[in-house]
Each structure stands twice: as structure tokens, then as C-alpha cells.
């Protein structure tokens, strides 16, 4: 148990560190994103606007931001790198801290759905990328929040099934 906790320790803190680092870089764009006079988040273009905003937000992007939108889009490639596997580690570092082989192995299928979700973001950063150079969205909007949706779901429960059990002491096994 203790190799394995601790490659799987190790990997989290790597993922954090990348994570931290990349999530840094896109905050300090997203200052700059603007669209017809108006401010426009990433979080935004992945779940709250509507089809005819995004085309409208997309479309009236001058050159400058449209370069900051992509360069964001780029630096979420590296951030997926940190927070997918880091998603995944925590999901097994909790494992191993559990007796229950259903816990067990609730965890180890929520940390192989994060490479779901990790498909999942790079699919909507191809949506986005590809918009952005032709702002006319058709029918694949629906498609496109579905798979939107699902990797926030799989992540945030890969982020909060774990944590009960990481806030355990170390030498107390989890029986249930």
C-alpha cells in the first residue's frame, strides 16, 4: 500500500502545481475577454450562454482577443494535464485507505471516469476553437453542452467523493 499511496501522492502534487500554475495564467486572460463592448467569462461560453449569445460574443471578437481567447484555450490543454490526473490521484489515495471493497471500488470507477471528462474538455475546446475561427454554431450546441455538463459532473464528483475519506487520519483504516 505504501508505494502505491505515495506514487499516487506524488502525482496529485505534480497535478496541483500545474493546476495552480495554469489556472493563474487563465485567470490573469480572462481579464481581457471582451466582446462587443461587454466582459464574457470562460464558464459562460461552457455553460450559461445561450447558442445566440455565444455566436454573438464569438463574432464580435476583435483580433487582439480573439489571440488571449485562444491562448486561454491552449493553456487549458496544460491545465487539464494537472487537474484530470490530479483528479484521478486523489480518487486513489483515498482507495487505499479503504477496506470496503464497494468503496473501493466506487473510487477506482470515478478516477477512470476522469479520463471521460478529460475527453470531454478537449472536445469542447475543439468546439470553441473551431467557433472561434467560424463563429456559425448549427445544431451541435445541444451535443456540445451535453458533453459540457457531463465533464463538470464526472469532475466534481471525482473532486468530492474522495474527500470524506482523505479527512480520515492515516492509521485509521475505513472499514464501511
Not at 459562460?44 to 455565444?54: A, I, P, Q, S
Not at 476583435?62 to 484555450?73: E, F, K
Amino acid at each position: 500500500m505504501n508505494l502505491s499511496y505515495n506514487r499516487w501522492k506524488g502525482l496529485f502534487i505534480f497535478g496541483l502545481g500545474l493546476f495552480l500554475g495554469t489556472a493563474f495564467c487563465m485567470k490573469w486572460m480572462e481579464t481581457d475577454l471582451q466582446a462587443n463592448g461587454e466582459k464574457f467569462t470562460i464558464m459562460g461560453l461552457e455553460l450559461f450562454y445561450t447558442k445566440e449569445k455565444l455566436t454573438s460574443i464569438l463574432s464580435g471578437l476583435d483580433a487582439r482577443v480573439q489571440t488571449i481567447l485562444r491562448y486561454h484555450l491552449y493553456f487549458d490543454f496544460a491545465f487539464m494535464a494537472g487537474v484530470y490526473p490530479g483528479i484521478t490521484s486523489l480518487c486513489m489515495v483515498a482507495r487505499e485507505k479503504l477496506v470496503s471493497p464497494l468503496f473501493k471500488r466506487i473510487l477506482y470507477v470515478a478516477a477512470w471516469l476522469q479520463l471521460v471528462a478529460w475527453a470531454g474538455d478537449i472536445i469542447e475546446n475543439y468546439y470553441l476553437l473551431s467557433w472561434i475561427q467560424e463563429p456559425v454554431i448549427g445544431n451541435e450546441f445541444g451535443w456540445y453542452h451535453l458533453i459540457v455538463g457531463t465533464k463538470w459532473v464526472i469532475a466534481l464528483a471525482g473532486v468530492l467523493l474522495p474527500i470524506p475519506f482523505l479527512l480520515r487520519s492515516k492509521k485509521n483504516k475505513i472499514l464501511f
